[in-house]
């Protein structure tokens, strides 16, 4: 009998945290498949992989070159013989009861393209936890029509996990060596989802707190020109494979527009004159790919916010960012 979940956990120079992650995940036992992908490591995450995979034979490891998060993840996806797939990063963890709930619900319901879960922001360092939980139908099977999620939820990869024949019919292939590839990946296949199930468990702890975390504002900094380019191939994405028709158009509109959004911003707390001519272009290349999106964006509250005109409207927008911080407990 297959798997039924395949767990793919990129690892780049991990070995520090690595224990807390691949411990969690091996409390699943024979029904889950873990990929744990050695992406050019030069500490001794290797080393701990393959002490892994010759411990537990339900662990398999990959090493290759240094690819990025996601050259790691479409390696892993090409041997995934499990009926699902969950990405996992390698310094967060599974909730042990949590776990056990979903791979109950998954061996014992029928197919669905898309399990939804309950996720934490964890901050160890300050001893602070938020919970994200979604206004989703429960105890049944869904579909686009019935997401209606309120503001500041969003469907991000620590809450997802995919039916593979959904990942493989997407042909979903993400971009290597580029930060913040995750959107993508909990973009495009969307497409192809039909059926939705909430499962309101708590599953993913998303630690918080490594100065070198992609999510820290400094490194988002540095790294803006990979948010943007992957804002502009969601932009490209949905003005030419989603129309209205599409019965997840709605919602990646709304995801769109909060990715849009965070470039925006992040450019916006920059301040210098490339960041803020950066923002137009980015504005003006959706305009351009899809004027209907741009015009819709722009008449909604956080299009007006991050185009608000001068060093008044960036201040306006840079208290309104530490206000959502605060609240939502990100990055």
């Not at 793919?8 to 070995?15: E, G, H, L, M, T």
């Not at 001794?44 to 690819?67: C, F, K, P, S, W």
């Amino acid at each position: 009998m297959g798997k039924v979940l395949s767990i793919i956990v990129p690892c780049y120079n991990s070995a520090e945290y690595l224990e807390r992650c691949v411990d969690s995940l091996i409390a699943g036992g024979k029904r889950v498949e873990i990929i744990l992908v050695d992406d050019g490591s030069t500490d001794a995450t290797g080393a701990m992989l393959d002490a892994y995979a010759h411990d537990y034979q339900n662990v398999r490891v990959i090493h290759q070159e240094n690819r990025g998060h996601g050259g790691a993840v479409n390696h892993a996806l090409e041997i995934a013989g499990g009926q699902y797939v969950k990405v996992v990063d390698s310094d967060d963890w599974l909730d042990p009861n949590a776990y056990q709930a979903v791979l109950d619900f998954l061996t014992e319901h029928g197919p669905v393209d898309l399990l939804v879960c309950n996720y934490l922001y964890d901050k160890p360092a300050k001893q602070q936890k938020k919970r994200v939980k979604f206004n989703l139908p429960v105890k049944r099977p869904f579909s686009w029509d019935q997401v209606r999620l309120h503001p500041g939820q969003y469907l991000m990869l620590h809450s997802l996990i995919y039916r593979r024949q959904v990942l493989v019919k997407s042909g979903i292939i993400l971009p290597e060596k580029v930060s913040y590839d995750d959107n993508l990946f909990v973009f495009e296949p969307m497409k192809y989802v039909r059926s939705i199930y909430y499962l309101p468990v708590d599953l993913y702890h998303y630690y918080i707190g490594r100065e070198d975390q992609s999510v820290n504002e400094q490194v988002m900094l540095r790294k803006i020109d990979q948010q943007i380019l992957i804002n502009k191939m969601m932009i490209t994405f949905y003005a030419s494979q989603i129309d209205k028709s599409d019965p997840c158009q709605k919602y990646l509109k709304y995801y769109l527009e909060i990715i849009t959004t965070i470039s925006s911003v992040i450019l916006i707390l920059a301040g210098d004159q490339q960041s803020l001519k950066l923002k137009r272009e980015l504005w003006n290349f959706l305009k351009k790919y899809d004027y209907p999106t741009y015009k819709s964006f722009r008449k909604r509250p956080l299009g007006v916010g991050v185009n608000l005109p001068g060093r008044g409207g960036r201040r306006v927008v840079t208290r309104l960012y530490l206000i959502a911080k605060k609240i939502y407990a990100f990055n």
